[in-house]
């Protein structure tokens, strides 16, 4: 993926500012961050999202992330820590290589616009765990 961003910081064509780096994963800071420390995790192999994620960068790339949000607590004294990872055009997702956003939070930062939530009965919450499960 020539063009893709990441990719281009993965083989070392663009500058990031680097946190961790193993195997499978690649950790820096966003240039565009909603606090200081807002870090990425990413997978090196260009992976465009969640669903195309092998067990092992799964795994991986979530032992990466617990590991940047225990920096990012300690080195910002944030007083919370938000994940978020958006998946596809509809999920929010603006860069196409998998990542995995680390936020430090502060108390009141109002950072993120919570969703409307309504709550389903029962009957619909076990209806929609059966397709679920089928399709898992
Ligand atoms: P998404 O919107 O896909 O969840 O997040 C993509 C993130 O990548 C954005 O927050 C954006 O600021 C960040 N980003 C885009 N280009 C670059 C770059 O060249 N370097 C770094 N460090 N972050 C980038
Ligand atoms: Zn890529």
Same mark, same amino acid.
């Given at each position: 993926m020539d063009d893709c961003i990441f990719c281009r910081i993965v083989k070392g064509e663009l500058p990031a500012s680097k946190i961790h780096e193993d195997e499978h994963t690649l950790a820096f800071l966003n240039? &565009?961050?909603? !606090?200081? #420390? %807002?870090a990425l995790v990413i997978v090196k +192999? %260009? &992976? +465009?999202? *969640?669903? #195309? *994620?092998?067990d092992a960068q799964s795994a991986a790339v979530f032992q990466a992330t617990t590991r940047v949000a225990r920096a990012v607590k300690a080195a910002t004294g944030c007083d919370g820590v938000t994940l978020f990872q958006a998946n596809e055009v509809a999920g929010g997702?603006? &860069?196409? !290589?998998f990542h995995i956003h680390v936020l430090p939070r502060f108390k009141e930062d109002n950072l993120l616009p919570f969703w409307k939530a309504s709550a389903p009965g029962r009957a619909e919450l076990d209806e929609m765990a059966a397709r679920l499960r089928e399709v898992l």
């Open positions: 240039i &565009v961050a909603a !606090h200081p #420390g %807002h +192999e %260009h &992976v +465009e999202n *969640l669903y #195309g *994620l092998s997702q603006t &860069v196409f !290589h």
